[in-house]
């Protein structure tokens, strides 16, 4: 069976995009699933591209891979839950300033 | 009793909404009027980006219940979010933004302002509009806001300014709409001289209403991720202890 290239490219991006959605349940870290969902959109737009509707493609890319990343993570910070592995605050949190 | 008051209204409505759907005939008679659109829409807008020809001059109504849509929507999300105590310390949890956030914001600003204008002013030339720019240009605006919060985390935002902006672009839209109702009975029919297709000034009134709707959804957009980031975070959840959740 002849697969074209430009159809090997969207299987690519098709897993990917798979791959990404089921990342987004499974993730414990909260800031890599709102990225991971970054990257589903990413890979829509990418497909609407090849489907000929860059209008639609730049939109997915604005909208899903852009304000909503923003917006969850805003989210997330609002409810304390914006936690990087390893990484801590160079300011005390205000637990740590009354424990001290 | 008010529950039971609420669940008949929804039951209600529910059965109103089902009554009026059944009556409707979906599908019927069958919209062909899409290979109409593509073949006479250079000619009669004079856009060569038929997306927009479509957008803006021949369904601008629906583009005008869009914006109303999205304007509803950031008005609750400003109600919301407006009631947060405001004495508390809007940065006080967050990490510093440090150097490299700092630089990159004063390097990305100009790009993404000129991106978002480009993007806007040739809807009717080249894929993308109003509507893309503007979020493009809310986006430029927020790196701002996240480098560099400030005291109160609005990193300077005045939101009387951005909500004058935005008034200011939905009054043109709707100002244009009712020119051109006045001027050939038809409301946001698309007007002026088409130029010559292909030019950025072409189209008649299409680059002005995408103007306007760039504004619109930018400021909107500017001033809801502005409001999110004012919000005071909540104190760190740590992963050691899951039972004390932040308060």
Same mark, same amino acid.
């Given at each position: 069976?002849?697969?074209?290239?430009?159809?090997?490219?969207?299987?690519? /991006?098709?897993?990917l995009?798979?791959?990404?959605?089921?990342?987004?349940?499974?993730l414990?870290?909260?800031i890599?699933?709102?990225?991971?969902?970054?990257t589903?959109?990413l890979?829509?737009?990418?497909?609407?591209?090849?489907?000929?509707?860059?209008?639609?493609?730049m939109?997915?890319?604005?909208? +899903?891979?852009?304000?909503?990343?923003?917006?969850? !993570?805003?989210?997330?910070?609002?409810? %304390?839950l914006?936690?990087?592995?390893?990484?801590?605050s160079?300011?005390?949190? &205000?637990?740590? *300033?009354?424990?001290? | 009793?008010?529950?039971?008051?609420?669940?008949?209204?929804?039951?209600?409505?529910?059965?109103?909404?089902?009554?009026?759907?059944?009556?409707?005939?979906?599908?019927?008679?069958?919209?062909?009027?899409?290979?109409d659109? #593509?073949? *006479?829409?250079?000619?009669?807008v004079?856009?060569?980006?038929?997306?927009?020809?479509?957008?803006l001059?021949?369904?601008?109504?629906d583009? $005008?219940? &869009?914006?109303?849509?999205?304007?509803a929507?950031?008005?609750?999300?400003?109600?919301v979010?407006v009631?947060?105590? *405001?004495?508390?310390?809007?940065?006080?949890?967050?990490?510093?933004?440090?150097? /490299?956030?700092?630089?990159?914001?004063?390097?990305?600003?100009?790009? $993404?302002?000129?991106?978002?204008?480009?993007?806007?002013?040739?809807?009717?030339?080249?894929?993308?509009?109003?509507?893309?720019?503007?979020?493009i240009?809310?986006?430029?605006?927020?790196?701002?806001?996240?480098?560099?919060?400030?005291?109160d %985390?609005?990193?300077?935002?005045?939101?009387?300014?951005?909500?004058?902006?935005?008034? $200011?672009? %939905?009054?043109?839209?709707?100002?244009? +709409?009712l020119?051109?109702?006045?001027?050939?009975?038809?409301?946001?029919?698309?007007?002026?001289?088409?130029?010559?297709?292909?030019? #950025?000034?072409?189209?008649?009134? $299409?680059?002005?209403?995408?103007?306007?709707? +760039?504004? *619109?959804?930018?400021? &909107?957009?500017?001033?809801?991720?502005?409001?999110?980031?004012?919000?005071? !975070?909540?104190?760190?959840?740590?992963?050691?202890?899951?039972?004390?959740?932040?308060?």
């Amino acid at each position: 069976m002849e697969i074209d290239l430009q159809t090997l490219f969207a299987l690519v /991006i098709v897993v990917l995009v798979l791959v990404s959605a089921v990342l987004v349940l499974v993730l414990e870290n909260m800031i890599g699933a709102v990225a991971v969902s970054g990257t589903v959109s990413l890979g829509v737009a990418v497909l609407f591209v090849l489907l000929h509707a860059p209008d639609v493609a730049m939109t997915e890319a604005v909208v +899903g891979a852009g304000l909503s990343g923003v917006v969850l !993570a805003l989210g997330l910070r609002r409810l %304390g839950l914006w936690q990087l592995d390893g990484v801590t605050s160079d300011r005390p949190t &205000e637990r740590e *300033k009354t424990d001290a | 009793m008010r529950s039971i008051a609420a669940l008949l209204f929804a039951g209600g409505l529910a059965f109103l909404l089902l009554i009026i759907a059944s009556e409707l005939g979906f599908g019927e008679p069958a919209m062909l009027i899409g290979g109409d659109i #593509l073949a *006479k829409a250079p000619d009669e807008v004079g856009a060569s980006n038929i997306v927009t020809a479509v957008l803006l001059g021949y369904r601008g109504i629906d583009t $005008l219940g &869009e914006l109303s849509i999205l304007f509803a929507a950031a008005t609750a999300a400003g109600l919301v979010l407006v009631r947060g105590n *405001k004495d508390c310390h809007a940065g006080a949890n967050d990490p510093v933004g440090g150097f /490299i956030l700092r630089t990159g914001a004063d390097l990305l600003f100009p790009l $993404l302002l000129v991106v978002g204008f480009y993007i806007i002013l040739h809807g009717h030339l080249t894929p993308g509009g109003g509507f893309q720019g503007g979020v493009i240009l809310a986006a430029a605006f927020f790196v701002l806001v996240l480098a560099r919060p400030g005291a109160d %985390g609005s990193g300077g935002m005045n939101h009387t300014a951005i909500a004058f902006i935005e008034g $200011l672009a %939905g009054v043109g839209f709707i100002g244009l +709409g009712l020119w051109a109702l006045v001027d050939n009975g038809n409301f946001l029919q698309p007007m002026l001289s088409q130029g010559v297709f292909g030019k #950025l000034l072409s189209a008649g009134t $299409l680059p002005l209403l995408s103007i306007a709707v +760039g504004l *619109k959804v930018g400021a &909107e957009l500017a001033g809801l991720m502005t409001q999110l980031a004012e919000q005071p !975070a909540a104190p760190r959840h740590d992963p050691a202890h899951p039972g004390d959740r932040p308060s």
